[in-house]
Each structure stands twice: as structure tokens, then as C-alpha cells.
């Protein structure tokens, strides 16, 4: 298995582009997680999706951030217009269910100038 | 709402002594506690895991210990080496919700 796929890897982008992170999750997992890592914040939880559906997006910052996952293999997040605070490592993470243990992807480290 | 709390947040060992990190939450419907390892630059990796109908489990040289009376649980590093040098997280699971403790930064000192 190759676990949880994310692209890009790095991503450097000025402040007002848009930018698209993707993530392929672990097959037949039925949970998708979002996750932001700053020195500052730690571990947020952003957004997370239980088959396909989202359940709890209290995470999301503010409107310039949206997920979306339209099938089971797939899922982005969005972040339009892009800002230097914004700028953190990005994990996605997928698990069989709710209740079980996340399996995190590589992550995304993500640089707005 | 819910929290996890974890301590400390920095710790310094002798390679060869032992290290403990301490969670506490406040949600009493939570039954399941994993820990995660994070290496510089890497993911956060699952190292081991506690049921709440468990008090104890123990893989090689770590060991996790939970008190769901004082809701509080612990990990437990033995013979620390220096590849034990990580971020280490705790979390809280409950039916609809996981919640991360903030991290403890653990230094094995040569």
C-alpha cells in the first residue's frame, strides 16, 4: 500500500495566488482528515470527511479556505486569495473509520511570500 | 469543549535513562489514545495505542499507561537512543472527534 499521497510536496506561491493541495487517500479508508502544522499552532485539525461527506469544518479558518472530496480516492483543499499567514506544513490523513487512528500523508509545506 | 493537555513541552534525557510524557483530557466519553512520533521534516507516525479497557501495553523499549479514572495517560521510553530524538504527540479519540495534545519536543542527550 502506498499509503497517503499528497502533491505537491512543496509549493511556494505569492500572496493572492490561488492554491490547490491534493490528496489521495489510503483505499478503503472511509475517513479523510486536513491537518495545518505551525511551530506557533501545532496540530489543527481544518476539515474532516466521512465517505465522502464533510462532517466537522469548524477548522476552516475563514472563507478563503474550501475542501472538497468528490469521490473516495480524492480530496483538495483550496485556498483562495492566498496570504503570508497562511504559510504551514498541510496534512491530509485517512483512516478506516471516525473512531480509528489517522494515517497521515507526507504533507504539503506550503511558503505564501 | 474538549482539550488534551500534554507535558511537558520540551524534554531533555540522557541517551540510556528513560522519559515519560504525560496527557490529561477532559472529555470522558474518549476511549482510545494514540501516540504519534514526528521526525524533523517527516509525518506523524502512529507508535503505539491504548484502549480504555486497558490499563497497560508495552512494545519493546515504549510503553503507554492509562488512568481513565484521573483521565490521564502516559508514554514511556526506555534505554532512550538517540533516534528517540522526535516530536512526540498524544491524542483522545471518541466516537465522532479526535483531539492532539500540543507536542512534546524530546532531546536525547548524548
Redesign the interface.
Given at each position: 500500500d502506498a499509503g497517503v499521497i499528497q502533491s505537491p510536496r512543496h509549493e511556494v506561491t505569492e500572496m493572492g495566488q490561488e492554491v490547490t493541495l491534493r490528496c489521495k487517500p489510503i483505499s478503503g479508508h472511509n475517513s479523510l482528515?486536513w491537518y495545518r502544522q505551525t511551530m506557533m499552532r501545532?496540530?489543527e485539525?481544518l476539515i474532516y470527511f466521512n465517505n465522502n461527506v464533510p462532517?466537522?469544518d469548524s477548522g476552516m479558518p475563514e472563507d478563503r479556505f474550501s475542501a472538497k472530496m468528490p469521490n473516495a480516492s480524492f480530496s483538495t483543499l483550496k485556498i483562495q486569495p492566498s496570504e503570508p499567514r497562511d504559510s504551514a506544513v498541510y496534512?491530509c490523513a485517512s483512516s478506516p473509520g471516525?473512531?480509528?487512528?489517522?494515517?497521515?500523508?507526507?504533507?504539503t509545506r506550503l511558503t505564501v511570500t | 469543549g474538549e482539550n488534551v493537555e500534554q507535558h511537558p513541552s520540551t524534554l531533555s534525557v540522557q541517551e540510556g535513562d528513560s522519559a515519560v510524557i504525560k496527557c490529561t483530557y477532559s472529555d470522558s466519553a474518549s476511549n482510545?489514545f494514540?501516540w504519534?512520533k514526528q521526525e524533523l521534516g517527516?509525518?506523524?507516525?502512529?507508535i503505539i495505542?491504548i484502549r480504555s479497557n486497558v490499563g497497560e501495553k508495552k512494545d519493546q523499549r515504549i510503553a503507554v499507561t492509562l488512568n481513565k479514572t484521573a483521565k490521564h495517560f502516559s508514554l514511556h521510553i526506555t534505554e532512550t537512543q538517540p533516534e528517540d530524538s522526535a516530536v512526540y504527540?498524544c491524542a483522545a479519540?471518541?466516537?465522532?472527534?479526535?483531539i492532539?495534545g500540543?507536542?512534546t519536543r524530546l532531546h536525547i542527550l548524548p
Open positions: 482528515f501545532g496540530l485539525l462532517i466537522d496534512f471516525t473512531v480509528e487512528v489517522p494515517y497521515f500523508g507526507p504533507g | 482510545y494514540p504519534y517527516k509525518r506523524p507516525q502512529l495505542d504527540f479519540i471518541r466516537k465522532d472527534k479526535i492532539f500540543k507536542g
